[in-house]
């Protein structure tokens, strides 16, 4: 029972050829410790430590927490104007998200006015009053 093993090299028939590998961009040059963030277009930070660079084009976010007092970290694109106040992407969406919220919200209500508009049909007339139900004939007049 002599088996005959033929070896057979593999051939390049069928497969795909490499694709050259494109460059990554150049990773974040915070010198604290390794950044393997990719840095931003024109600058040598990436978003989270753009604020290292004093002459970039970007400050801290305005946003101060309500609950802790506290600022946001994030970075915020310099406003045009010296006093506007500038947010990271998550606050200035969520910004434009609460100035749409309050046109979406409806009133709080009908008036009291209006509930007791509506209530008026009901009411019946003095006659209709009995002085067992005198409290009831009150009411009736109050609404």
């Known amino acids: 029972?002599?088996?005959?093993?033929?070896?057979?090299?593999?051939?390049?028939?069928g497969r795909l050829t490499p694709l050259p590998r494109l460059q990554d961009p150049p990773a974040c040059?915070?010198?604290h410790r390794p950044c393997a963030r990719a840095r931003l277009e024109g600058q040598d930070f990436c978003l989270n430590?753009?604020?290292?660079?004093?002459?970039?084009p970007f400050k801290q976010c305005g946003y101060v927490s309500l609950r802790t007092g506290r600022r946001c970290p994030g970075a915020a694109p310099k406003p045009e104007k010296k006093d506007g106040v500038a947010?990271?992407?998550?606050?200035?969406?969520?910004?434009?998200?609460?100035?749409r919220l309050p046109s979406r919200r409806s009133s709080a209500g009908p008036s009291p006015e209006a509930l007791l508009a509506q209530l008026?049909?009901?009411?019946?007339?003095?006659?209709?009053?009995?002085?067992?139900?005198?409290?009831?004939?009150?009411?009736?007049?109050?609404?």
């Open 1 to 13: 029972m002599n088996r005959i093993r033929i070896h057979v090299l593999p051939t390049s028939r």
């Open 29 to 31: 040059a915070f010198a």
């Open 49 to 56: 430590h753009i604020l290292e660079d004093r002459g970039a």
């Open 87 to 99: 947010h990271c992407a998550e606050h200035a969406r969520k910004n434009a998200l609460a100035a």
């Open 120 to 143: 008026s049909g009901y009411v019946k007339g003095d006659a209709g009053c009995v002085a067992a139900d005198s409290s009831r004939c009150e009411a009736s007049r109050i609404l």
